[in-house]
């Protein structure tokens, strides 16, 4: 199982749902980068479960211990390793799904996969409890972005078809991304959010779950950083995005919406201003050719509703070979896309300084 990523920096994950702690190792950090930790629980306290009628109510602290690379705050040169301990687990509500495993989840694809020795309880390392050892990652990763000048921030774009309004594509500043991760429900415009938590709550209460989008951006990346085709920055994201799980599709710059346009719609028209090229507009989302453009790069990640239901669904016995239907117990999210805007943050500065270090290193 490929649980790594990275050139530049490297990311490993290791763990799994129920197992006695998860984590990561981070390679390729340069010596001497100073790590704020209170910001960095403050990051993964927004991604931790627990406390709010759009979560599990599985409570976890999420606190990392770190073991090596760090010394007084300040990185050594040493590969980062950290370990978060899961100390609230209930791996009996997981049992049955060994044998009828759970629509639109893993349960099936590791079974034929791994013949019956993989990890069910809390889905095992399928799970997106792995997404907190990757926000350790991106967090520090953010922190190291910002000392370079680039600001990462995302929002709930939309739940339950309901919309939020979108960052300016063109003109968004580091505080206007930043914004709405200071918010408990990370959205620009609050009325909408509210919207949101009323799907998010009738869903619940019928047993069932809603999907969304969550739109990103990074501020300030330099132009010029990035490579073509295959290691394009388009591909550096969306490879890490698509490791998130239940995301289901990535859209850079009006994304889908281009396909709609014509050329002389499309494509951002340039004026000299100040003795500097200076785009009209962003529909390219801030790369092209794969390379940044100097404006915002944006995009944004479909997530689909939660598998895990308590309503009844068709499924199969694996051991008596016949239909069966399953309900799912066990503590699970509504609508995992809340929890997921730090998660999408954290993909992002992961790519985006793995390729800032490989620009330099040219």
């Known amino acids: 199982m490929s649980s ?33 930790f209170d910001r960095l629980r403050t990051f993964l306290g927004r991604r931790a479960p627990g406390g709010m009628p759009w979560s599990t109510p599985r409570k976890e602290a999420d606190l990392p211990e770190f073991l090596g690379g760090i010394v007084d705050g300040v990185t050594c040169g040493a590969p980062l390793a950290a370990i978060i301990r899961n100390t609230n687990t209930k791996s009996g509500d997981y049992d049955e799904l060994r044998r009828v495993p759970r629509p639109g989840h893993a349960d099936l694809t590791a079974q034929l996969k ?61 505080d206007d991304v930043r914004a709405p991760g200071a918010k408990t429900f990370p959205v620009i415009d609050d009325s909408a959010g509210e919207s949101m938590i009323a799907a998010i709550a009738q869903a619940r209460e019928a047993g069932d779950s809603v999907g969304g989008v969550i739109e990103c951006a990074a501020v300030g990346m330099p132009a010029g950083v990035g490579e073509p085709m295959f290691d394009g920055i388009e591909g550096a994201i969306a490879r890490i995005v698509f490791g998130i799980p239940a995301v289901k599709g990535v859209e850079f710059g009006a994304g889908f919406g281009a396909a709609d346009l014509r050329g002389s719609q499309n494509n951002d028209a340039y004026r000299m201003m100040e003795g500097r090229v200076a785009p009209q507009s962003n529909n390219a989302g801030g790369i092209l050719g794969g390379i940044a453009t100097g404006a915002p790069i944006v995009f944004r990640a479909a997530f689909k509703p939660t598998p895990s239901i308590s309503i009844a669904q068709q499924s199969v016995d694996l051991e008596r070979g016949c239909d069966a239907e399953l309900s799912v117990h066990g503590r699970h999210d509504p609508c995992v896309v809340v929890r997921a805007v730090p998660v999408v943050e954290a993909a992002c500065a992961l790519a985006l300084y793995d390729l800032l270090l490989q620009s330099r290193s040219v």
């Open 4 to 36: 790594s990523i990275g050139k530049a920096v490297r990311v490993s994950i290791f763990g799994q749902s129920h197992s006695s702690g998860i984590g990561m190792v981070m390679e390729g950090v340069p010596a001497g980068k100073t790590i704020d």
């Open 114 to 174: 791994y013949g019956g020795a993989q990890d069910v309880a809390g889905g095992g390392h399928f799970s997106g409890r792995l997404t907190a050892p990757l926000c350790i990652a991106g967090g520090i990763a953010l922190q190291l972005l910002e000392q370079e000048g680039v600001t990462i921030g995302a929002h709930i774009a939309r739940i339950g078809g309901v919309d939020d309004a979108r960052l300016d594509a063109l003109h968004a500043t580091a």
